[in-house]
């Protein structure tokens, strides 16, 4: 089991930055790849960054170049760096671990205003 606590979401003007942590407890050992999702009301959960054990990272095309994910894989942790934030970046942001299956957070909201 692998348990998921993420923290940093908020309201930010459009333009505005914020930073998303996670910190993972647990069977983190079996873990290759951490990321966050989010989730806007009525939508699918949908990809925004993910990270392997080695650093290779994947993006949303939504989000290149704004956004910036990282791991510190000593102390168990994921961050989601977001710069120049838009109203459409309005969502829950869920932090995921994978090992055999996908493990979730509960979730925060971040949400922009125009």
């Known amino acids: 089991q692998v348990h998921l606590v993420e923290s940093g979401g908020g309201l930010v003007q459009a333009g505005g930055s914020l930073r998303l942590s996670c910190a993972a407890s647990?069977?983190?050992?079996?873990?290759?790849?951490m990321g966050w999702y989010r989730q806007a009301p009525g939508k699918q959960r949908d990809l925004v960054a993910t990270i392997t054990r080695g650093g290779r990272t994947n993006y949303a095309d939504s989000v290149k170049g704004r956004f910036t994910i990282s791991r510190d894989v000593a102390k168990n942790t994921v961050d989601l760096q977001m710069n120049s934030l838009k109203p459409e970046d309005t969502a829950v942001y869920y932090c995921a671990a994978q090992d055999l299956r996908v493990y979730w957070g509960q979730g925060t909201q971040v949400t922009v205003s125009s």
């Open positions: 647990g069977s983190i050992f079996r873990v290759n790849t």
